[in-house]
């Protein structure tokens, strides 16, 4: 039994499609993220994009800016497909670094992406998105966990 020769083609076309989509590098997406929340002249305004956990050494890529007005416009170029989080905070005193009280509750105005809550230990799945190409566009408001001092 022979198949008609379209159908052989087709057949043909496929496999080569499939072999040349394994060959091809991922491609690269953009992240924007508008940080908005922004407590006037409180220090500059940082944020990382962070894969696999919240944790420092996950939250590599980073970026910041002074905190001009009330919200901040953050693009990430390049970024390949593939699931993240975003964290940012507004460092209040310009340490680099995100004070907390004794007991570990943030003391400058911080948020994440997605569902992240401010009621508990911020969980990178509730946090979490997934990066497609041509890319994303998310917002991140920031709010403080305790009142001002």
Known sequence: MTRPAGRRNGLAGFVLAVCLSATLPAAAASVQVEIDGIEPGG???RIALCQGS????????G???PASGDR???TFRGV???????AAFQ??????????????????????????????????????????????????R???ALPRR
Not at 80 to 86: F, H, L
């Open 43 to 45: 220090g500059p305004v």
């Open 54 to 61: 919240l944790s420092e050494a996950a939250c590599a890529r």
């Open 63 to 65: 970026d910041e800016a």
């Open 72 to 74: 901040i416009l953050f």
């Open 80 to 86: 390949p497909a593939g699931t993240y989080a975003v």
């Open 91 to 140: 460092d209040a005193n310009s340490n680099g670094r995100l004070d907390r009280t004794g007991l570990g509750l943030p003391l400058e105005p911080y948020g994440f992406s997605g569902s992240a809550g401010r009621r508990a230990r911020p969980d990178f799945a509730e946090a979490a998105f997934v990066l497609r190409e041509p890319g994303a566009a998310l917002r991140v």
């Open 142 to 144: 920031l709010a403080r």
